[in-house]
C-alpha cells in the first residue's frame, strides 16, 4: 500500500463533504431579514463553510497529514470528519452524520473508478479545491491556506511516477472496496445499479498520451512496422484535446471531482439491502491490534480540534440531511446496531498533552455566536472504539 494516499483520500472526501453542505445549507437559508433565531441565513451559511475550512487547511493539521504514513481504518477517519463537520456553529445528529459520510464516500470512489490515468486522481484532488477556493474568495486568509496546500500536493506529488500513482489508486481502490452504497443521483443517472455498484462506461476518452483502440501493429525484428489491421470496438473512443493543468492555475480539463450539486437536485441516499446485511458484519469481533496506533494518531490529528461546548446554554445550529425530520429518525432507529458510534474518552497526560501542542499548535474552533441560541441540538461525542 502506498504511504502516500492518505492526503488525496482526506482532501477529496473533504471536498464531497463541503459541497454536500453548501448545498443543503443554500436549501435550508432563509433571508436574513425573515428569518428567525432557529433558522439559517446566507451568512450563517457562509460563516460554517469558513470555519470547516479554515479548521480543515490548518497548516500544522495539513503538516501532520502529508507525512508519509499508512491509510487508517474506515472508523479512524470517519471520526476525523465528525469532528470536522462539527468544528462551527452546524450540529448534525448521527444519521445525518451517517448519510453525509455514504455520500462523500460513494462519489470519491465512483472518481476513482473513473480516472482514465492513475495520475488524473491528482486533478481530481485539484478540483476539489478549486471549488473550496471559491467557497471562500472573500476570505483571503483561509484562502491562502488553501493555496499552500495546492503547493504542498505540487510538491509532494508532481515528481512520483506514473507506478506510484498506480499504487496510489490501488491503496484507494482497497480502501472502497466493500462499499456498495446506492445513492439516488447515481440511480437516477443509470451510473450505479440497485445492487450499489457501479456502471463504467465504455466509451469516452481515451488516457491522456494514449491512441484510439482499433489498430494492431505487427513489427519485424528490426523494429520496423510490416503489417496494420483494423478491429471493431465495442466503445465510441475520442482523443483528449489536451491533458489537464496540474499547475496552481489552470484548466483541468477533467470534470471529476468538480460539483455535481452546482444543479439543484435533492441530497439523497438509500441503503441497499446487501449493503446493509455486509455493513451489519463488518464490525470486528477480535480486537484491533493496530487500535493503540490508530488512537495515537487520531490524537495527533484530533488533538487541536476540541469542539467546544457553547456557553449559556446555546445549542447552535441543527442541519438535516433528510427531507423531513421523520426520515431523519427512521434512519437513525434502523441503522444496524454493530455500527452505532458510542462515546468514547481519550485522557492524555500533561506529557503528552503538551506534545500535541508542539505538534499542532493552537487550532481554533469556531464557538457559537451570541444569537445561535434554539438552533438545533448540540452533537453527541461520537467517537467509536478503534
Excluded at 446554554?313 to 444496524?336: I, K, S, Y
Excluded at 499542532?360 to 453527541?380: N, Q
Aim: glycine share 6%.
Amino acid at each position: 500500500m502506498s504511504a502516500r494516499t492518505l492526503p488525496l483520500l482526506f482532501l477529496n472526501l473533504g471536498g464531497e463533504m463541503l459541497y454536500i453542505l453548501d448545498q443543503r445549507l443554500r436549501a435550508q437559508s432563509i433571508p436574513g431579514e425573515k428569518a428567525r433565531k432557529d433558522e439559517w441565513t446566507d451568512v450563517d451559511r457562509k460563516r460554517v463553510m469558513n470555519d470547516i475550512i479554515s479548521t480543515m487547511f490548518n497548516k500544522k493539521f495539513m503538516e501532520e497529514l502529508f507525512k508519509p504514513q499508512e491509510l487508517y481504518s474506515k472508523k479512524a477517519l470517519r471520526t476525523v470528519y465528525d469532528r470536522l463537520a462539527h468544528a462551527s456553529i452546524m450540529r448534525l445528529n448521527q444519521a445525518s452524520m451517517d448519510k453525509l459520510y455514504d455520500l462523500m464516500t460513494m462519489a470519491f470512489k465512483y472518481q476513482v473508478l473513473l480516472c482514465p490515468r492513475p495520475r488524473d486522481i491528482l486533478l481530481v484532488t485539484f478540483n476539489h479545491l478549486d471549488a473550496i477556493k471559491d467557497f471562500v474568495y472573500e476570505s483571503p486568509a483561509i484562502l491562502n491556506q488553501v493555496d499552500e496546500t495546492f503547493r504542498q500536493l505540487i510538491e509532494t506529488y508532481s515528481c512520483l511516477s506514473d507506478g506510484e500513482f498506480q499504487l496510489i489508486r490501488q491503496t484507494l481502490l482497497i480502501f472502497f472496496q466493500d462499499m456498495h452504497i446506492r445513492v439516488s443521483i447515481f440511480l437516477k443517472d443509470k451510473v450505479q445499479n440497485s445492487n450499489g455498484r457501479f456502471v463504467l462506461p465504455i466509451s469516452g476518452p481515451v488516457p491522456w498520451g494514449t491512441e484510439v483502440p482499433g489498430l494492431i501493429r505487427i513489427f519485424n525484428h528490426k523494429g520496423v512496422e510490416v503489417k496494420r489491421t483494423e478491429f471493431t470496438t465495442a466503445g465510441n473512443y475520442v482523443t483528449p484535446q489536451r491533458e489537464g493543468s496540474f499547475e496552481l492555475y489552470g484548466d483541468r480539463v477533467l470534470k471529476l471531482g468538480t460539483n455535481m450539486y452546482s444543479v439543484s437536485r435533492p441530497v439523497e441516499t438509500h441503503m441497499a439491502g446487501s449493503s446493509k446485511n455486509m455493513a451489519s458484519h463488518a464490525k470486528n469481533t477480535a480486537p484491533n491490534p493496530l487500535a493503540k496506533e490508530e488512537l495515537n494518531f487520531l490524537a495527533r490529528l484530533l488533538g487541536g480540534l476540541d469542539i467546544q461546548k457553547p456557553a449559556g446554554g446555546e445549542t447552535g445550529f441543527r442541519l438535516n440531511l433528510f427531507t423531513t425530520d421523520e426520515e431523519e429518525e427512521h434512519a437513525a432507529q434502523t441503522r444496524p446496531e454493530e455500527l452505532s458510534y458510542k462515546v468514547i474518552n481519550i485522557e492524555a497526560t500533561q506529557e503528552r498533552q503538551e506534545e500535541l501542542s508542539r505538534i499542532l499548535g493552537e487550532m481554533e474552533v469556531a464557538e457559537p455566536c451570541p444569537d445561535s441560541a434554539g438552533k438545533g441540538e448540540d452533537l453527541l461525542a461520537l467517537m467509536d472504539e478503534l
